[in-house]
C-alpha cells in the first residue's frame, strides 16, 4: 500500500517506520567501553591458580554473581589460568564487582551535538572516592533519530572492577575497571560485555586507558 507522504497520516507512518530502522540499526550497534587498566608483576598463566572472590559482601554466594564470575573464570582460563574452587587453594585471588547507578535524563536534538552518552561521564560510584566522578571524554556525532525535535530520555552508567591479588601477601598485581554509559541498566546485559571488554587483549598496557567496541551479541 502506498502512502501520500503529504499526508499528516503518511507523515507520521514515515517516520514511525524510520524510528523502527534506526532502532533496528542500534541494536546492532556494537557495545562501547571505556578500559583502564594498571599491573605490576603479573606472573605468566603457567602454574598459576586462581579463585573469583567478590568485593561486596552482599554479592559473594548469589546466583547472579556466580553467573558473572563463571565468565570471568572462562577468561582466565583461556588464557592459561587454572581455576579453583576454594579461594584458600589458589595462588592469585580475583577481586571482582560491578554495579550501573541510577540514571540521568539527557536532552538531545538534530544536527551535530555533544555525544549524549561519551559527551559527560559520571563514573560508576564504587570506583572513586565519593559517589560520582566525572571525566573529560566526549565526542562529535550527528544524531538521525529526532529531525528537528527534542526528547528527553535516560542514561546508565555501569561498571566492572577487577584487581588481582597474591594470595599469599596480598600484593596487588593487577587493578583494571571498564565503564560505559548506555540507556540500558540491566546487568545481564552489561556485565557480560564489559567482561568481555576488559579481556580484549587482556593484561593491555599498564596505565593505559583505551575505548574498546565489542561486537553486538548476535555476531560474537
Known sequence: ????????F?????AAVTLLLFALAACASP?????????????????QTFAVVAVDPALAGGIEFAQYARIVEGKLTQLGYTAVSDPAEATLLVRFDYGV?????????????????WGSWYGYGRFGAGPWRRG?????????WFGNNIESYTIFTSGIDLKIDRRV??????????????TS???QYLVPNLI??????????SGETVRISVAPEQKR
Not at 31 to 47: I, K, T, W
Not at 136 to 144: A, L, S
Not at 169 to 182: I, K, N, P, Y
Open 1 to 8: 500500500m502506498s502512502v501520500n507522504p503529504q499526508s499528516r
Open 10 to 14: 503518511g507523515q507520521a507512518k514515515l
Open 31 to 47: 557495545f562501547n567501553a571505556r578500559v583502564s587498566r594498571f599491573q605490576s608483576q603479573l606472573p605468566p598463566p603457567a602454574g
Open 101 to 117: 547507578d541510577q540514571g540521568r535524563e539527557r536532552i538531545r536534538s538534530t544536527g551535530f551535538a555533544r555525544d549524549p552518552f
Open 136 to 144: 573529560p571524554w566526549g565526542f562529535g556525532w550527528y544524531d538521525p
Open 169 to 182: 601477601d596480598g600484593q596487588r598485581l593487577f587493578e583494571g575497571r571498564a565503564e560505559a554509559v548506555s
Open 185 to 187: 541498566n540491566r546487568l
Open 196 to 205: 568481555e571488554a576488559m579481556f580484549t587483549n587482556f593484561p593491555g598496557n
